[in-house]
């Protein structure tokens, strides 16, 4: 029992800070609810899970488990943070003459900003991508759907979010990607 | 993007198409201004997503961990015990190993009571129907059971006994976003080369940091750069080195960093010891369009991860 702490811990310690960012991407930038998304997957992995599946196969449970959260989540809330965005995005100070740092930060926002455009599915397979660098089978996995979806998705979504970067960069004068 | 290829740029970048089709796509990217572009776009995405930091709080964390492992679990252990009980436990065992050995002494007799033209109806009946897991499930046979039923069968089980802990995150290879499938060679480059290049790129984007951190306050032109511009001569020099050994050893997007970079260097090494300001913010802006920093700073890391 006391092993398999340990290697909870383990996986813990390697995943939590993971999987924290991938929600917070996924739920666009709302950091303290992909915190709490991410401690209630451990704690069902914990409870439930947790010694009926290789450790590597854990990873992939987590993550779908978060996802699903992330999900529900989203459909219960998203009238009222729809709302909560659009008053944010204009009470937001703009600057006129950015300096780098700050100029990098902005286009962070705005990369999460772009992100909340695409639809679920492809965000979810370019962030498992690019972030947690799975493979197009392990995120067949992770999604249950096959590589060539998982290809085609995201494809769509490094071509959507391009194209709309660069139409932001012209409105904004803001340097492309 | 009108060009057919873009799709498979997408592929191609994450080390996903057969080398064949991968040397293929290479090679169009060479005469296509438009492929290199949505190359370059897509990379510049993946450093801009791959370099997104959460705010997590260490204390957080081990909150977080702390809470968890105060909850009690629902289902025991691995192990034999599962789905028996620890009462029932022995008594199943000694019945199962029961069954086990009645069945082979009876498989035994039936055997060997069957004439040669009996023996080939049992080898044909016995002979299991081909199911495309099977083979896994036979080597494997242990009782557990997963949530995840779709993967079940393909997922690699683990030994009973606490194995080595493994790196669960799969580490970026160098030139993986150019490499081909796992099963074939990817590009040779040896050590030596591959800490230097890490090396330099960890030089270059200090140089590059400390370029954009140039003041531009005194009204006609910036304050000295004469270390910028030296040491932006020496890893010149460097660069063309390893660009060409990148280019040898078929290690594209290496070489293809180090060609955006070699153009930036070569113009803070010509600029003059108090250069203009309009020069200097010229220079930046290139840095900044192109993003090279950060891409520096992803392959830094993923060259001393692959090197460790």
């Known amino acids: 029992m ?27 930038g ?42 529900n989540e989203f459909r219960k809330s998203h009238t009222r943070y729809r709302l909560f965005d659009r008053v944010v995005e204009t009470m937001r100070p703009r600057a006129r003459n950015p300096e780098q740092e700050y100029e990098s930060q902005e286009r962070q926002t705005l990369v999460l900003e772009m992100l909340q455009t695409l639809p679920e599915d492809q965000r979810t397979a370019l962030l498992l991508r690019e972030q947690e660098q799975l493979s197009y089978r392990e995120i067949g996995q992770v999604l249950n759907v096959s590589e060539s979806k998982v290809k085609v998705d995201i494809f769509r979504a490094r071509a959507s979010l391009r194209e709309r970067w660069t139409r932001i960069s012209h409105v904004n004068h803001v340097n492309p990607v | ?111 060997s009571s069957n004439t040669p033209s009996n023996e080939k109806h049992i080898a044909v009946q016995q002979t299991p129907t081909p199911v495309p897991t099977a083979t896994v499930e036979q080597k494997q046979p242990e009782p557990e059971a997963s949530p995840n039923k779709g993967n079940e069968q393909t997922a690699p089980r683990r030994p009973p006994s606490p194995a080595p802990k493994k790196p669960l995150v799969r580490e970026p290879k160098p030139g993986e976003q150019f490499a081909a499938i796992p099963a074939t060679p990817e590009p040779f480059r040896s050590a030596d080369a591959q800490t230097m290049t890490a090396l330099h790129f960890e030089k270059s984007e200090t140089l590059l940091v400390a370029f954009r951190n140039v003041r531009l ?18 890893l010149v020099i460097q660069n063309m080195m390893l660009r060409r050994q990148a280019d040898a050893a078929g ?58």
């Open chain 1, 2 to 28: 006391a092993s398999e702490d340990e290697e909870f811990t383990m996986l813990f310690q390697d995943f939590y800070p993971s999987l924290c960012r991938f929600l917070e991407c996924l739920l666009g």
């Open chain 1, 30 to 71: 709302r950091a303290p609810l992909a915190q709490d998304l991410a401690q209630e997957s451990f704690l069902q992995l914990h409870r439930t899970a947790w010694g009926t599946m290789p450790v590597d196969e854990a990873r992939f449970w987590l993550y779908r488990v978060a996802r699903n959260m992330a999900i």
């Open chain 2, 217 to 234: 306050n005194e009204p006609g032109s910036a304050t000295e750069v004469t270390y910028e511009r030296q040491r932006a001569k020496q």
């Open chain 2, 251 to 308: 290690d594209v997007q290496i070489s293809s960093l180090l060609e955006s970079l070699e153009p930036i260097l070569i113009d803070i090494s010509n600029l003059p010891d108090k250069p203009d300001k309009d020069a200097v913010r010229v220079i930046r802006q290139r840095v900044e369009r192109k993003n090279i920093v950060p891409l520096l700073r992803v392959n830094s890391t993923a060259l001393a991860r692959a090197l460790d």
């Open chain 2, 1 to 111: 993007m009108t060009c057919n290829f873009t799709e498979k740029i997408s592929s191609l970048i994450d080390g996903e198409l057969a080398t064949a089709e991968a040397r293929e796509v290479e090679r169009h990217l060479i005469g296509c201004n438009e492929c290199q572009e949505v190359r370059a776009d897509f990379l510049n995405l993946r450093s801009q997503l791959s370099g997104f930091e959460t705010s997590l709080a260490p204390a957080v964390q081990s909150r977080a961990l702390k809470k968890i492992l105060s909850t009690p679990r629902r289902t025991p252990a691995r192990g034999f015990a599962w789905g028996f009980g620890t009462r029932f436990g022995t008594q199943a065992a000694a019945f199962a190993t029961l069954v086990i050995v009645a069945a082979i002494i009876g498989f035994l007799i039936y055997k």
